[in-house]
């Protein structure tokens, strides 16, 4: 049974101060029609300008998440995206009127709270899932950050945080089932060092913060000095270290809040994909950069797959048969795996290989169940990249094509006798110094069996 699109009953706003700016900001949720997804409004601005919470236009992480489309910028907006992900909220209008969203208690719980007040409405259009068929992972050497994304039907999601303090020490969380969100994750604040604190203060880059709303760690020895210092900055009369290893005024709400805030920031983040995707996330050590990175990863991975095969009659006359092939490769039966070559322009070529049960390689390869070997597919793949490299230069006849690397070479079904391959590859960038870096699939019918990235160089016979 399909499920069905939501947005919410009906328009509900809280208020609040930005925890950097220290603006004082509305925000209003409005309901949404399908396949809206999640748009912020600034209404403060001329015209009211609108954008979708997408990767494409992320252009800070340095201290939440902030988005940017022709001006109009919104900012720390990652509880709010979370807590919509969290309540399955699929369509959603966000105005504010400054551009940083109030930062509240440092959580998801007060967005929660409001959206399940007015709860939710189904809409006529059923929800679509991107549904992975490999393994994603994305990896930061520098900060230590792996973030993976496994096949699965359900949406799951762990974290692990370990930063080499021993007052915070290694923690993991999990989210297993998300209508598990409201109560095990929304709640869990965001946190920081007292030297990530103190430097942020020192540098005016925390105008709205108290307190309430972040768990403060404190992983070095403090003078009674830095604490009056400190009770001044948060208008407070006194602050001390409390026995976990945290400023007053805070009691823990689970012993792992840190690492559950971590899974709630995966979500809000992960949101900027564009769409829902089933599948299984672990992520060690995530921060709103690797976040961002990793769902600009399975987000270009969900538009290559969504991409159907190339537009061609095969039955019409190609830009170049086998003649013109011959004119222009040094292969020949039975390495000439090229058959036509139906278009190519500046920066595309699309070949095709008809795949005969009188190959020569059938008899030795599984000859009880042929199957194109992979090597081979990746040889047709690589000459019908070689005319688009000898297509640049006004005599091909006088240069050959060497190719210097093979890279993402991934097989995805079996090619068996009977099959037309269908190359589609496409230049990553412009050739220079004679290097051509391309990259394409190989589709038979609209199921794509392979694709491979490709480095190769054009080199001048010699006479």
Same mark, same amino acid.
């Given at each position: 049974?399909?499920?069905k699109?939501t947005?919410?009953?009906?328009?509900?706003s809280? +208020?609040?101060?930005?925890?950097?700016?220290?603006l004082?900001?509305?925000?209003?949720?409005k309901?949404a029609?399908?396949n809206?997804?999640?748009?912020? &409004?600034?209404?403060?601005?001329?015209g009211?300008p609108?954008?979708?919470? =997408?990767a494409?236009y992320v252009?800070?992480?340095s &201290?939440g998440t902030?988005?940017e489309?022709?001006?109009?910028?919104?900012t720390?907006?990652?509880?709010?995206?979370a $807590?919509?992900?969290?309540?399955?909220?699929?369509?959603?209008i966000?105005? #504010?009127?400054?551009?940083?969203?109030?930062? =509240?208690?440092?959580?998801?719980?007060?967005?929660?709270e409001?959206?399940q007040?007015?709860?939710l409405?189904?809409?006529?259009?059923?929800?679509e899932y991107?549904?992975?068929?490999?393994?994603?992972?994305?990896?930061?050497?520098? &900060?230590? *950050?792996?973030? *993976?994304?496994?096949?699965d039907?359900?949406?799951r999601?762990? +974290?692990m945080?370990?930063?080499?303090?021993?007052?915070?020490g290694?923690?993991?969380?999990?989210?297993n089932?998300?209508s598990?969100?409201?109560?095990e994750?929304?709640?869990?604040?965001t946190?920081?060092?007292?030297?990530?604190?103190?430097?942020?203060?020192?540098?005016?880059?925390?105008?709205?913060?108290?307190l309430s709303? $972040?768990?403060v760690?404190?992983? %070095?020895?403090?003078?009674?000095?830095?604490?009056i210092r400190l009770?001044g900055l948060?208008?407070?009369?006194?602050?001390?270290v409390?026995?976990?290893g945290i400023?007053?005024?805070?009691?823990?709400?689970?012993d792992?809040?840190a690492? @559950?805030?971590?899974l709630?920031?995966?979500?809000?983040?992960?949101?900027?994909?564009? #769409?829902?995707?089933?599948?299984r996330?672990?992520? /060690?050590?995530?921060?709103h950069e690797?976040?961002v990175?990793?769902?600009?990863l399975?987000? $270009?991975h969900?538009k290559?797959?969504?991409?159907?095969p190339?537009?061609?009659d095969?039955?019409?006359k190609?830009?170049?048969?086998?003649?013109?092939i011959?004119?222009?490769?040094?292969? @020949?039966?039975p390495? =000439? =795996?090229?058959?036509?070559i139906?278009k190519?322009?500046?920066?595309?070529?699309?070949?095709?290989?008809?795949?005969?049960?009188n190959?020569?390689?059938? /008899?030795?390869?599984?000859?009880?169940?042929?199957?194109m070997?992979?090597?081979?597919?990746?040889e047709?793949? $690589?000459?019908s990249?070689?005319?688009?490299?000898?297509?640049q230069?006004?005599?091909?006849?006088?240069?050959i *094509?060497?190719?210097?690397k093979?890279?993402?070479v991934?097989?995805?079904?079996?090619? !068996?006798?009977?099959?037309?391959?269908?190359?589609d590859?496409k230049?990553?960038?412009?050739?220079?110094?004679?290097?051509?870096? #391309?990259g394409?699939?190989a589709?038979?019918?609209?199921k794509? !069996?392979?694709?491979?990235?490709m480095?190769?160089?054009?080199? %001048?016979k010699?006479?």
């Amino acid at each position: 049974m399909s499920e069905k699109q939501t947005t919410i009953a009906e328009a509900v706003s809280i +208020t609040g101060i930005g925890l950097h700016t220290g603006l004082h900001v509305e925000l209003i949720f409005k309901p949404a029609k399908a396949n809206t997804g999640y748009v912020f &409004r600034r209404v403060d601005m001329e015209g009211q300008p609108e954008f979708q919470a =997408l990767a494409d236009y992320v252009v800070d992480t340095s &201290r939440g998440t902030t988005l940017e489309y022709k001006g109009a910028r919104v900012t720390t907006i990652e509880h709010v995206l979370a $807590a919509l992900v969290g309540l399955n909220i699929d369509n959603v209008i966000v105005e #504010m009127n400054q551009e940083e969203a109030p930062i =509240l208690d440092g959580s998801s719980f007060f967005y929660v709270e409001i959206l399940q007040k007015v709860g939710l409405i189904s809409l006529e259009a059923d929800r679509e899932y991107f549904e992975l068929d490999e393994v994603i992972t994305y990896k930061n050497d520098e &900060r230590k *950050t792996e973030m *993976t994304i496994i096949p699965d039907s359900t949406r799951r999601i762990s +974290t692990m945080i370990d930063y080499n303090t021993k007052v915070l020490g290694t923690q993991n969380a999990e989210l297993n089932d998300l209508s598990d969100f409201a109560n095990e994750i929304a709640p869990c604040r965001t946190f920081v060092f007292l030297h990530e604190l103190e430097f942020l203060l020192d540098h005016n880059l925390i105008k709205g913060g108290d307190l309430s709303n $972040a768990i403060v760690f404190v992983n %070095k020895e403090v003078s009674e000095k830095e604490l009056i210092r400190l009770a001044g900055l948060f208008n407070k009369p006194k602050v001390k270290v409390m026995r976990r290893g945290i400023l007053n005024n805070l009691e823990l709400k689970f012993d792992n809040e840190a690492a @559950r805030h971590k899974l709630l920031d995966v979500i809000g983040d992960m949101a900027l994909i564009g #769409m829902k995707i089933k599948g299984r996330v672990i992520a /060690v050590r995530p921060g709103h950069e690797t976040n961002v990175e990793f769902a600009k990863l399975i987000r $270009a991975h969900i538009k290559n797959h969504r991409q159907g095969p190339p537009k061609i009659d095969l039955t019409q006359k190609p830009q170049f048969n086998i003649e013109d092939i011959k004119k222009m490769l040094p292969h @020949r039966n039975p390495f =000439l =795996l090229v058959d036509k070559i139906m278009k190519v322009t500046e920066d595309r070529v699309i070949g095709v290989k008809n795949v005969s049960m009188n190959e020569n390689f059938f /008899v030795g390869h599984f000859p009880d169940e042929p199957v194109m070997p992979a090597v081979l597919q990746i040889e047709a793949m $690589a000459q019908s990249g070689g005319i688009l490299v000898l297509s640049q230069v006004p005599d091909p006849e006088n240069y050959i *094509t060497y190719f210097l690397k093979i890279d993402n070479v991934r097989l995805r079904h079996k090619v !068996v006798p009977g099959d037309t391959l269908v190359f589609d590859l496409k230049l990553l960038s412009p050739v220079r110094r004679g290097l051509c870096h #391309m990259g394409g699939k190989a589709w038979v019918g609209d199921k794509v !069996v392979m694709e491979a990235e490709m480095l190769a160089q054009i080199v %001048k016979k010699k006479n």
